[in-house]
């Protein structure tokens, strides 16, 4: 079982950025990939980014490419979102999540990962 931790959320306006972190519980993570989901009021769980744990390609969604940037810190063992050119619309409630060590086919599918954090709220005003 792995527990993770968001962290870095708030509020900011609308132009502005804002850094995730998401940490696990044990020392590394021993999983494929780490990915970034995102939920708004009354709608459904969203991917937004998500990073290959071996060897580093990344994946966005079309609505964040060119602002955001999901990177890692292998010493720090932390996988960071960097949000920048923040929108009203991408105001949500930001979750990390990882897999268990399989292989994960869809990086984009929220059902490919086994773990999840608790989240972090993201408020972006106009």
């Known amino acids: 079982q792995v527990q993770l931790t968001e962290s870095g959320g708030g509020g900011v306006q609308a132009g502005g950025s804002l850094r995730l972190s998401c940490a696990p519980s044990?020392?590394?993570?021993?999983?494929?990939?780490v990915g970034w989901f995102r939920q708004a009021p009354g709608k459904e769980r969203e991917f937004v980014a998500a990073?290959?744990?071996?060897?580093?390609?990344?994946y966005y969604a079309d609505s964040v490419k060119g602002r955001f940037v999901i990177s890692r810190d292998n010493a720090k063992n932390t996988v960071y979102l960097q949000m920048n050119s923040l929108k009203p619309e991408d105001t949500a409630v930001y979750y990390c999540?990882?897999?268990?060590?399989?292989?994960?086919?869809?990086?984009?599918?929220?059902?490919?990962?086994?773990?999840w954090g608790q989240g972090t709220q993201v408020t972006v005003s106009s």
């Open positions: 990073i290959d744990l071996n060897d580093a390609n990344t």
């Open positions: 044990r020392r590394t993570f021993s999983s494929f990939a």
């Open positions: 999540a990882t897999d268990s060590g399989r292989t994960v086919v869809a990086v984009d599918d929220l059902y490919e990962y086994d773990y």
